[in-house]
């Protein structure tokens, strides 16, 4: 089946810093999320990119879909303690089926 | 409110005594799914639904049971819980086929003694 693998499995970072994490596959994705959990919480949706090379923004959040279908970054700027959690990629092929990440769990020091 | 919501949140029971997580959306999403997510495995999916009455299995379905009688329900049942499903149980939705994004419940706490 579909391998999705995710990079940093962590990160420890101070305030201020700019974080970048990473989804690769070993197949084509036609869609790619990216979830952020809180302690406690589900999922909640962070960006959706539906294009290859499109590149999208929402705040200090950046995504891009790779032109290869095969990948993709989410760029975090002047991380802040509230973005403390684990950031989840997430993959859908053809088959609608949603392929997730392992993770990777960001701890931000003030 | 659009949201989705499962009950219980936390749940402790033994092996072998039967029990059903409810799932319930409020969005009118034709897609639902559950999935388990366990340290250092990530988010597994379980079962989902396209529709009412249109159910398939997951990546690990092995010990579950669905049904979707109904648009907004698609509970998750253990007809014979074990210790090695013990875990955390997401319920998700969307709209579509499964084409859209998909809204996660807040979680299900399970610990089977």
């Known amino acids: 089946g579909q391998q999705l693998n995710q990079s940093p499995q962590s990160m420890f970072i101070q305030e201020g810093e700019d974080v970048s994490m990473n989804c690769t596959s070993s197949s084509i994705f036609n869609t790619w999320l990216w979830y952020k959990q809180d302690p406690g919480e589900g999922p909640v949706l962070l960006i959706a990119l539906y294009k290859a090379g499109e590149l999208t923004s929402n705040g200090r959040l950046t995504a891009q879909f790779g032109i290869t279908r095969k990948d993709s970054f989410l760029n975090i700027s002047a991380s802040i303690p509230s973005d403390v959690g684990i950031y989840f990629c997430?993959?859908?092929?053809?088959?609608?089926?949603?392929?997730f990440g392992k993770g990777t769990l960001l701890t931000v020091n003030p | 409110e659009a949201q989705v919501t499962q009950n219980p949140r936390y749940l402790i029971t033994v092996t072998g005594k039967k029990l059903t997580v409810t799932c319930s959306q409020n969005?009118?999403?034709?897609?639902m799914s559950w999935y388990r997510q366990d340290p250092g495995l990530g988010l597994r999916q379980i079962y989902y639904s396209m529709n009412v009455e249109v159910t398939d299995k997951g990546d690990v379905p092995e010990g579950y049971k669905v049904s979707r009688k109904e648009k907004r329900n698609f509970p998750l049942i253990l007809e014979s819980p074990s210790p090695n499903q013990t875990s955390l149980y997401f319920c998700?939705?969307?709209w579509g086929q499964g084409a859209g994004e998909q809204f996660f419940g807040p979680g299900t706490r399970l610990t089977v003694l």
């Open positions: 969005m009118n999403h034709e897609y």
């Open positions: 997430a993959g859908r092929g053809s088959n609608y089926k949603l392929t």
């Open positions: 998700a939705s969307s």
